[in-house]
């Protein structure tokens, strides 16, 4: 039985909007050291702050593939301020769904925009809007503030009530800085 939806595979086959953008005015580059995909995408933004173009170049699997490819048609056309909020889920949703040991793919896309949109806006990646804190569940710094807001400062009940630090790298990538969230928010009192 195939995991992958016909969807998926037709931006596996037939990517579009792949290969370098000459005048882009923004990119951004991700990769997961995990599984060795890397990605680069790069926006056009007009005068008006209009995503006219995007493309894409990508070394990895056929979700990493499929995932870029959606994306730079998702953002095609969309004001910044509003492709910025492009999800990880949206992406999954696009291509008919993804297993989810490959939702981590889907993620580098969406930090792949994140870091392109910094770029185009002169910003660091660290200024980046909402960046993606756990890279396997693709959990965005937000998600994780709103728990911690919430006066939640236990690492496992944050993990419950997020997914962070419950995919396939067992939070050992996301977990310092996560901690580091809690203890900026709790001062001394953590």
Do not use: W
């Not at 992958?4 to 037939?14: A, C, G, K, P, V």
């Not at 290969?19 to 008006?48: H, Q, R, S």
């Amino acid at each position: 039985m195939n995991q992958y939806s016909e969807i998926l595979l037709d931006h596996f086959r037939n990517p579009r909007n792949v290969g370098d953008l000459p005048d882009a005015n923004g990119v951004g580059e991700v990769g997961n050291e995990a599984c060795g995909d890397i990605m680069k995408l790069y926006i056009k933004v007009n005068d008006e702050g209009i995503i006219e173009d995007a493309r894409f170049e990508t070394f990895g699997c056929a979700s990493a593939i499929a995932s870029s490819s959606i994306a730079t048609e998702m953002i095609i056309g969309k004001p910044v301020e509003e492709a910025i909020h492009l999800s990880n889920k949206a992406i999954a949703d696009a291509l008919g769904g993804m297993p989810k040991h490959k939702l981590h793919c889907s993620v580098l896309a969406v930090d792949a925009l994140a870091r392109a949109v910094a770029n185009y806006r002169g910003e660091t990646v660290e200024d980046a809007p909402d960046p993606v804190i756990c890279h396997c569940m693709g959990i965005k710094k937000s998600a994780i503030l709103d728990v911690i807001e919430h006066g939640i400062d236990d690492l496992d009940e944050i993990a419950a009530r997020t997914e962070a630090m419950t995919g396939a790298c067992g939070g050992e990538r996301c977990r310092p800085v996560i901690e580091k969230m809690v203890k900026d928010f709790f001062g001394d009192e953590k």
